[in-house]
């Protein structure tokens, strides 16, 4: 059973920084990234990145997040730079594995105050 545990979310002001990591146990995954939600909205994708290392950002955040992983660790991070108060959501760490099965974290409460 995969687990995943995700760290560093936390509030900030405008223009800071933030840094959340993600820690899956289990097999090794073909895609692993982080999604949001915002408040009375659907979950849309922030950044994933490919076991080759591959990324994919919401044009939203291109230029100011950088998503990254270890293999050797399965961790999966995402560097939040430039922070605005539209990035306030809950972050969810999610994998999915070779057989197309996705997973998904408890979430972490991102808040950027003005």
């Known amino acids: 059973q995969v687990q995943l545990v995700e760290s560093g979310g936390g509030l900030v002001q405008a223009g800071g920084s933030l840094r959340l990591s993600c820690a899956a146990s289990?097999?090794?995954?073909?895609?692993m990234g982080w999604y949001r939600q915002l408040p009375g909205k659907q979950r849309e994708l922030v950044a994933s990145?490919?076991?080759?290392?591959?990324?994919n950002y919401a044009d939203s955040v291109k230029g100011r997040f950088t998503i990254s992983r270890d293999n050797a660790k399965n961790t999966v991070n995402l560097q939040m730079n430039s922070l605005k108060p539209e990035d306030t959501a809950v972050y969810y760490c999610?994998?999915?594995?070779?057989?197309?099965?996705?997973?998904w974290g408890q979430g972490t409460q991102v808040t950027v105050s003005s």
């Open positions: 289990g097999s090794i995954f073909s895609i």
């Open positions: 999610y994998v999915r594995n070779y057989r197309g099965y996705d997973t």
């Open positions: 990145i490919t076991k080759s290392g591959s990324t």
